[in-house]
């Protein structure tokens, strides 16, 4: 699991070559948007943490990444799979082979940004999560 959480790590994996071109054109358009939307001396890092599943990352380590398990709903404890499973993310869409899941914490804003590669090597249930309730951009 790759998490960022400050500006200045952002900034390094949008600049790293080894990282796959569509996370980090992702990273790059999110950073700006929230940096154009808020006060210039805020932090990136107060406003948002970003996290990428890797090959072999699965929804243990999703978990311990944000806190808390992206496959059952933080109000009523139902799991993915059931009917009635209501997921606790704000957003989630498809766009440049990731799924990008959005998950706002605070009344202030804060939030998590969860990126999950569309792509063979990803856990099958956290795809199959993403798959299920996306939308495309």
Excluded at 106 to 124: E, K, N
Aim: aromatic residues 8%.
């Amino acid at each position: 699991m790759l998490s960022l959480t400050t500006r200045a790590a952002v900034e390094a994996a949008i600049q790293n070559t080894s990282l796959d071109p569509g996370l980090r054109d992702l990273l790059a358009i999110r950073a700006t948007q929230l940096e154009g939307d808020t006060e210039p001396d805020i932090e990136l890092g107060d406003l948002a943490h970003f996290h990428a599943v890797e090959a072999g990352d699965g929804l243990t380590e999703v978990k311990a990444a944000l806190g808390f398990a992206v496959d059952i709903n933080l109000v009523d404890g139902i799991a993915f799979g059931h009917p009635n499973f209501i997921p606790s993310w704000e957003w989630i869409e498809h766009r440049v082979g990731y799924f990008e899941l959005a998950f706002v914490l605070s009344d202030d804003g804060f939030g998590h940004i969860l990126l999950v590669p569309d792509q063979l090597g990803i856990d099958p249930r956290l795809l199959a999560l993403c798959r299920s309730h996306r939308t495309t951009a």
